[in-house]
């Protein structure tokens, strides 16, 4: 059974920081896709950010993050990190990890197989 757990969430003033983390589990993955996305109250899931990891690694952002997030995934451990610098109010979001290991799809597409349970992102003016 596959695992994802998220942290790092909390309450940041706008232009500040938040480091979050995904650390999966249950079983071994040498090629996947591992995506963040965001949802706020009253509005739909959204892609934020992903990585195709196989061998080598491929990245994507959403236009309203490029610049200022940016995903990473620590060598030889399936965890990733988005670090989230110039944080605005219109980042506050439950942030959610997915992962999935069939990489024939569009990174932003919201078919991943596996989900954390999310981890609240607060950005106050």
């Known amino acids: 059974q596959v695992q994802l757990v998220e942290s790092g969430g909390g309450t940041v003033q706008a232009g500040g920081s938040l480091r979050l983390s995904c650390t999966a589990s249950?079983?071994?993955?040498?090629?996947?896709?591992m995506a963040w996305f965001r949802q706020a109250p009253g509005k739909e899931r959204e892609f934020v950010a992903a990585m195709r990891w196989s061998g080598g690694s491929y990245t994507d952002y959403a236009d309203s993050v490029k610049g200022r997030f940016t995903i990473s995934k620590v060598y030889a451990r399936n965890l990733v990190y988005l670090q989230m610098n110039s944080l605005k109010p219109e980042d506050t979001a439950v942030y959610y990890c997915?992962?999935?290991?069939?990489?024939?799809?569009?990174?932003?597409?919201?078919?991943?197989?596996?989900w954390g349970q999310g981890t609240q992102v607060t950005v106050s003016s």
């Open positions: 249950g079983r071994a993955f040498s090629t996947y896709d």
């Open positions: 997915a992962l999935r290991t069939d990489l024939g799809r569009n990174l932003r597409e919201n078919s991943y197989d596996y």
